[in-house]
């Protein structure tokens, strides 16, 4: 998908962070954009400042754990600007705590958000760009945590895997109907906003990757070099474990 320029995107978790960092860049490339996040004050303060610098959004008060906020959020974007080019499914929560001592509030409360949250975006959304008949693309953002799950991030890690896994099924399904609709998985370290302030890298390095995945067919989008070696070595152990098969006869 090279040319951005007057397509219509809708940002999920674009208040502050990664998310408004996206819309910030997708401004930039001269996109249209619906903005939505759960926090509408600080949500609709950001829209006005990318308003008086030019750009074209919008700002939506939406829920993604309510499938109907979520669908009101696709329709309006259609209402307003013609059609849907471009869905970026980026709200996301955290929690920390042992696996088996997290309550089952505490589980639901994430996954609800960063898995339950990419469905109802991908089962509104994608109608829409398919409608549009046009080239699309659909970004899910995971985390690392997609890849190198890490003690006491339980939720968060079942969550952002099966960001990754929907995505290659998204990946999957665009091929066999032959349509021109890309999806990435973006999936950084350890990024500078308000839910980790003492990230290395700023939002503005994974919306330049964001962008760039969406020009190139990116699927699988890192933004540093994070975690390399002990992702490498975790695809390497799942790969050889082949070998350990036990057969019937042996």
Sequence with gaps: MLELHNRVAVVTGAASGIGLAIVEAFVAEGMKVVMTDLDGDRLEAEADRIRRTGGDVHALTVDVTNPDDVDRSGALTVERFGGLHVAVNNAGIVNRGYAWELSLDEWRRVVDVDLWGVIHGVRTYVPRILATAEEGHIVNVASLAAVLPLDRLGPYTV???????????????????????????????????????????????????????????????????????????????ILSARAEVVSSDS
């Design 159 to 237: 969550a952002k895997h099966g960001v990754l896994g929907l995505t290659d099924v998204l990946a999957a399904e665009f091929a066999s109907l032959g349509v021109p609709v890309g999806a990435s998985v973006v999936m950084p370290g350890m990024v500078r906003t308000g839910m980790n302030p003492i990230g290395t890298i700023e939002p503005s390095v994974v919306a330049a990757n964001v962008v760039d995945a969406i020009r190139r067919g990116r699927r699988y989008v890192f933004t540093d070099e994070e975690g390399t070696a002990p992702i490498a070595e975790r695809l390497h152990s």
